[in-house]
């Protein structure tokens, strides 16, 4: 059984800049794809950064390119979304997610299957 253990998040105002944590437990962490979701009030969630095992291939939501940067250590077993230039758009509870399908590369990693399932944190971006 995997656990994902959730950091990181809280208020800040618009312009602004949090990193999110998410540590795993299990020694198979580095085969995993990883992925960071969102889900704001009454909309529904999404998959806005996904990275391969290795960290050489990453995939963005359009929404959040160019802001936002996922990364992961795989010797911590730890997964990082580094949220820059925040926008009040971008309030939502973030949830990080693991498939334990090994993926190469990714290709259209929205459609994967993401089996374990962080606790969820709540960012909130002032305006």
């Known amino acids: 059984q995997v656990q994902l253990v959730q950091s990181g998040g809280g208020l800040v105002q618009a312009g602004g800049s949090l990193r999110l944590s998410c540590a795993a437990s299990?020694?198979?962490?580095?085969?995993?794809?990883m992925g960071w979701f969102r889900q704001a009030p009454g909309k529904e969630q999404y998959l806005v950064a996904a990275?391969?095992?290795?960290?050489?291939?990453?995939y963005y939501a359009n929404s959040v390119k160019g802001r936002f940067t996922i990364s992961r250590d795989n010797a911590k077993n730890t997964v990082y979304l580094q949220m820059n230039s925040l926008k009040p758009e971008d309030t939502a509870v973030y949830y990080c997610?693991?498939?334990?399908?090994?993926?190469?590369?990714?290709?259209?990693?929205?459609?994967?299957?993401?089996?374990?399932w962080g606790q969820g944190t709540q960012v909130t971006v002032s305006s």
């Open positions: 997610a693991a498939d334990p399908t090994f993926h190469v590369v990714l290709n259209h990693p929205e459609t994967y299957d993401y089996e374990y």
């Open positions: 990275i391969s095992w290795s960290g050489s291939s990453t």
């Open positions: 299990g020694r198979a962490f580095s085969t995993y794809t």
